[in-house]
């Protein structure tokens, strides 16, 4: 696949795909796999995943721009260490839905702390 750089928008698009095929690969696999085992994944259950996966990424990616417009210490520099861990954890790693909501709530728990302490330290 060759990639739009001149054009931005479409390069991060591009970008986005790039790791959500992977996700979406073995999404496609599991699914298969159930129907020929006969059982299907309900829609609940997917839907939950994929708004952690979101939420995760999200936090992520929150902590990375608290990352770059404030000083670095290291309760922030941790978080967003812990944060990138959990977000790479449930993507790529095949993990229960209560894992992922727990890394999430521990996550964004983190986060809270770090930026309060900021708040108080400056």
Known sequence: MSYHWTEPSILALEFFTEFADH???RKILQGVQ?????????MTKQNVELAIYVLLFMIFFFVVVVLILRPLTWKTWL???VAGGAWLLTWYAPISIRVGATLGLLTSSGLRRALQAYAKDG
């Open 34 to 42: 159930g129907r020929v085992e006969g059982g299907v994944e309900s």
């Open 23 to 25: 996700i979406a690969i």
């Open 79 to 81: 978080t967003g260490l």
